[in-house]
């Protein structure tokens, strides 16, 4: 479900000035003071002096609020009464509340998987997810507070200006920046999907979206829209399917009812994604196949349960299959919603 979200509150000069006064705020430093008062919160005033505009900038940890990682849509209520304590003890006006908006909205899946090397073969596998999905580009690393991205081997991201997916190692990534783990965090892999301000924005004009969704926590805390936005940008990423190494693969299409043509063009299309240069896309940049009977292949492979990236025969000690981490995921969505 939702892990973080940010909002923003607008501003008048007068409610900066008061706000400061009432604080003891100096300059913009608004962090150090409501930080301390709402640790489940970061703060930033943003100023827009040029447009007359400034914004108070509420970075949440859903998290943190409730104090436990497991977060469904009846917990709204209680979230929704803590967030809204905090604008009004700042701003002492219920307006604020009103006026409040959704800027960036975090979903998250966790998975955990205990044995470490296990994690680390996932992530050389995911190493050769398609470059670019739609408007979504790749990087293999994390990503920096100067926005750019820092190689890094237990991370993904798929990302553009509105929205993008990660996946990413929670333990090595606490362990890397010196944070404590916490036992919910211990040998998870996490999956996200992050949705910006420019995504909210457009999913709330009906003259650009026909199914627009105002931009209020109460709609994107929906278990029907996390699924809706987990499902139709995580899967065709990161795609259904066991894991198997190459001669799997060969026999579970062998011993499937495809015809011979069908069973000889996928193995061959299993070839040629999982050559050590290659990724899922290279078959259709190449010219070896094209989009239509690409994604075609692709439906055959999930109906089989192979996952059209196979595990390297020449890795040490690699088992011959991996569960998909996301197929509980994927289950649970299909038998609830007809999403597609």
Request: net charge positive; hydrophobic share 35%.
């Amino acid at each position: 479900m939702i892990h973080t979200l940010q909002m923003y509150v607008p501003m008048a000069i007068d409610d900066v000035e008061r706000m400061k006064a009432r604080f003891h705020i100096s300059g913009d430093d608004v962090e150090s003071v409501f930080h301390g008062k709402y640790p489940f919160a970061h703060f930033n005033l943003i100023n827009q002096q040029a447009k007359g505009r400034y914004y108070l900038s509420m970075h949440i940890d859903i998290v943190k609020i409730l104090g436990r990682s497991d977060i469904d849509e009846s917990d709204f209520t209680a979230v929704e009464r803590q967030i809204n304590s905090m604008i009004f003890k700042i701003f002492m006006d219920w307006r604020a509340i009103q006026n409040a908006f959704l800027v960036r909205i975090d979903y998250r899946y966790d998975i955990q998987i205990t044995d470490p090397n296990q994690r680390k073969l996932l992530f050389h596998l995911y190493g050769k997810l398609a470059q670019q999905h739609g408007h979504l580009k790749k990087h293999t690393g994390k990503l920096k507070s100067d926005g750019t991205y820092e190689a890094y081997e237990t991370s993904v991201y798929h990302s553009s200006k509105s929205s993008g997916t990660l996946v990413y190692d929670k333990e090595a990534h606490l362990a890397d920046i010196g944070l404590e783990v916490m036992p919910y965090e211990e040998s998870v892999l996490r999956f996200e999907v992050k949705l910006s301000k420019a995504h909210l924005d457009y999913k709330m004009n009906p003259k650009k979206c026909l199914n627009t969704r105002d931009r209020q926590l109460k709609e994107y805390f929906k278990r029907s829209v996390f699924h809706e936005y987990m499902y139709r940008m995580l899967k065709p990423i990161y795609f259904q399917g066991d894991f198997v190494k190459l001669t799997e693969a060969k026999k579970r299409i062998e011993r499937s009812t495809l015809t011979p043509y069908q069973k000889d063009k996928l193995i061959d299309l299993l070839k040629k994604i999982n050559y050590s240069k290659a990724t899922v896309s290279s078959p259709v940049k190449k010219g070896n196949v094209s989009k239509p009977t690409f994604k075609k292949y692709l439906r055959l492979l999930e109906e089989l349960s192979i996952h059209p990236i196979t595990i390297p025969k020449n890795i040490k000690g690699s088992p011959k299959s991996i569960p998909n981490p996301l197929s509980l995921l994927f289950d649970e969505i299909e038998k609830s919603h007809p999403i597609r």
